[in-house]
């Protein structure tokens, strides 16, 4: 009876062995939630481990960060500058354009003042009639000397040159010639300061029309300077890079006239300097720019030069003011933007605006 007692009620083993099932189940959960810290501390060890790799990327990111950085302001620095140099063309485009406007008009009302019909006519308007040259005493002149004859009318004259071909028909000794244009006759003019240049050296020539051709060769004279620089050369968005002194800014009537000058010693520096000054803002839009220069050469010969560009003998009247005034080594430009009509005072205001400028320029 005691010992189905002690079955029953589990006795001392029972107990004890209640007691050893509960600490091994203890035991088991500590293991378990000893699992669980590992396992949460292995997942924060990788993602302290990949945080730590993410630090050692960070400078290469960086660099390459810095890089495109760079690249952007670089990109940037190139937009800015092809930006100014599309706006300087601009500018400059546009004023080559003001100036190409103003002599399409100019060539519009000489087209519209053309008469290009002969009137009948009973009698001559003659306004003046001279013999061009001096007496020859001797009487050893082969032709005689030519006789100017100024109509009083368009009409009148146009008549006359009308005949010139039964003249050639008949072969008369009388020889009709119209007065030239003015530009070629300031062309001429200047040629024949330049043929007398050439006389001081022995050096033969003649003119024919426009042109100076040295008699030996049969070479065509040519300026050193070439043509006016082209709107291409001009229009161009480089940077003016020379030193420019600017003169007087003058008005009358309604016109405008400015001036720069620079130091130059040599053609090709004459040519380069003035493109370099009509690419200064405005100054392409001018209805005339009139330049003339001076320069001691290494042959120790002054060359000279100038150019009209339309005003009609502007550019020998500035080359004379500076020779008066020992201007030397020196580009000028005179700009003039027409008003009204003003006469000869328009030569008064280039003088004075060239000079202004020109003694302002260091001799280099």
């Not at 800015?80 to 519009?108: A, G, H, P, T």
């Not at 032709?143 to 039964?166: A, E, L, N, W």
């Not at 082209?230 to 006239?257: L, P, W």
Request: contains cysteine; hydrophobic residues 30%.
């Amino acid at each position: 009876m005691d010992s189905t007692d002690g079955k029953e009620n589990g006795g001392p083993e029972g107990y004890q062995l209640n007691e050893i099932m509960s600490g091994i189940s203890n035991i088991l959960n500590t293991l378990a939630n000893f699992m669980l810290r590992l396992d949460s501390q292995g997942r924060q060890m990788d993602e302290l481990a990949k945080e730590v790799q993410g630090r050692d990327g960070i400078q290469e990111r960086l660099e390459l960060v810095q890089e495109q950085a760079n690249d952007t302001v670089y990109s940037v620095t190139e937009i800015n500058n092809s930006q100014e140099i599309m706006s300087r063309e601009i500018s400059r485009l546009k004023d080559y354009v003001i100036k190409l406007e103003f002599r399409v008009n100019v060539q519009e009302k000489q087209i519209l003042e053309l008469d290009l019909g002969v009137e009948e006519v009973d009698s001559f308007h003659i306004l003046n009639l001279f013999r061009l040259g001096e007496k020859d005493p001797t009487h050893k002149r082969k032709y005689p000397r030519p006789i100017c004859i100024q109509f009083g009318y368009k009409t009148h004259k146009d008549k006359v040159m009308s005949r010139v071909r039964v003249l050639k028909e008949k072969k008369s000794h009388i020889r009709l010639a119209v007065q030239q244009p003015e530009e070629i006759r300031k062309k001429r003019k200047r040629m024949y300061d330049i043929q007398k240049k050439y006389s001081a050296k022995n050096v033969e020539t003649k003119i024919k029309g426009d042109k100076l051709i040295f008699t030996k060769s049969g070479n065509v004279y040519r300026d050193k300077t070439g043509t006016r620089p082209t709107a291409e050369e001009v229009i161009s968005g480089d940077q003016v890079k020379i030193t420019v002194n600017k003169g007087k800014h003058i008005e009358d009537n309604q016109n405008r006239f400015e001036s720069h000058a620079t130091s130059v010693n040599s053609y090709k520096q004459v040519k380069e300097s003035l493109i370099e000054i009509l690419r200064l803002p405005t100054v392409s839009s001018a209805s005339h720019n009139v330049y003339a220069y001076r320069f001691a050469g290494s042959d120790g010969m002054v060359h000279e030069g100038s150019e009209d560009d339309g005003e009609h003998g502007a550019g020998r009247t500035l080359l004379s003011a500076m020779n008066d005034n020992g201007i030397q080594n020196a580009l000028i430009v005179v700009s003039r933007w027409f008003g009204n009509k003003i006469g000869m005072r328009r030569f008064t205001h280039i003088v004075d605006a060239g000079l202004s400028a020109g003694k302002n320029t260091n001799p280099s």
